[in-house]
C-alpha cells in the first residue's frame, strides 16, 4: 500500500494563481482531511470529508475549495492564492471507527509570493 | 465540543532524562485519545492511542502514555530521552462522530547533549 500521497511535494505560486493539491488513499478509507500548518499554530482543519460526494468545512475553509467524486482522492483548490496561504498542508485519511487513526500524506509546502 | 490542550509549547531535557509530554482532553463522549509525532520535514505518524481496551498504552520508540478519566488527562512518558526522539508532539482526540480528529498545539521535545 502506498498509504496517503500529496502531489507536490512543493509549490511556488503568485498571488492571485490558482492551484490544486492532489492528495489520494489506496487503503479504502472513508474519511479525508486537509490540514494546514503554520509556526505555532498546530494543525488547523481546512476541509474533510465522510465519504465520496460528501465535504464539510473545518476551521480555516476561506479560500479553498475540495470536492470527493472518488473514494480515493480528495484535491484542494486554491482559487485565488494570496500571501496568508503559505503554509505546508497535510492530507489525510481515517476509516469511518471511532477508534480508527488519522494516517498522513507526507505534505506540500506552498509558498505565495 | 472535544478539545485537547497540550501544556507547554516546548519541552528540553537531557539526554537519558525523563520526557514527560502533557496532555489534557475534554470530551462529551467517551475519547478515543491518540499521540502522534512528526520528525523535521515530515508528516505526522502515529505514536499510539487509546481505545478504551487497558489504560496504560505503550506505543513506538520506547514511549507510553497513561489515560487518566479522573484527570482528564493522556500524558506521554518515555523513561530515558535519545537524541533521535527530538520532533513535535501532537495529542488528539476523536471528535464525537469520529468523522475527524482534533489537534492539540503541539510540543517541539528538544534533546541536550
Known amino acids: 500500500n502506498a498509504g496517503v500521497t500529496q502531489t507536490p511535494k512543493f509549490q511556488v505560486l503568485k498571488t492571485g494563481q490558482s492551484m490544486t493539491l492532489q492528495c489520494a488513499q489506496d487503503m479504502n478509507h472513508e474519511y479525508m482531511s486537509w490540514y494546514r500548518q503554520d509556526p505555532g499554530m498546530g494543525l488547523r482543519l481546512i476541509h474533510y470529508?465522510?465519504?465520496?460526494?460528501?465535504?464539510d468545512q473545518g476551521e480555516v475553509p476561506n479560500g479553498y475549495n475540495v470536492s470527493r467524486s472518488t473514494t480515493e482522492d480528495f484535491p484542494l483548490r486554491l482559487l485565488s492564492a494570496a500571501p496568508s496561504q503559505t503554509s505546508v498542508y497535510f492530507c489525510?485519511?481515517?476509516?469511518?471507527?471511532?477508534?480508527?487513526?488519522?494516517?498522513f500524506g507526507p505534505g506540500t509546502r506552498l509558498t505565495v509570493l | 465540543a472535544q478539545s485537547v490542550t497540550q501544556l507547554g509549547s516546548h519541552v528540553s531535557v537531557s539526554e537519558g532524562a525523563l520526557v514527560l509530554l502533557r496532555c489534557n482532553y475534554s470530551?462529551?463522549?467517551?475519547?478515543?485519545l491518540f499521540w502522534y509525532v512528526q520528525y523535521p520535514n515530515q508528516g505526522l505518524q502515529l505514536l499510539l492511542k487509546?481505545?478504551?481496551?487497558?489504560?496504560l498504552v505503550k506505543g513506538i520508540n520506547g514511549f507510553e502514555a497513561e489515560f487518566k478519566k479522573s484527570e482528564t488527562s493522556f500524558h506521554l512518558t518515555k523513561p530515558s530521552a535519545h537524541m533521535s526522539d527530538a520532533a513535535e508532539y501532537f495529542c488528539?482526540?476523536?471528535?464525537?462522530?469520529?468523522?475527524?480528529?482534533?489537534f492539540g498545539s503541539g510540543t517541539r521535545l528538544s534533546i541536550r547533549p
Open positions: 488528539a482526540v476523536n471528535n464525537s462522530s469520529a468523522s475527524k480528529i482534533i
Open positions: 487509546y481505545t478504551s481496551a487497558a489504560t
Open positions: 470529508s465522510v465519504g465520496a460526494g460528501i465535504t
Open positions: 470530551s462529551s463522549v467517551p475519547p478515543y
Open positions: 489525510a485519511s481515517k476509516g469511518a471507527a471511532s477508534y480508527n487513526e488519522q494516517f
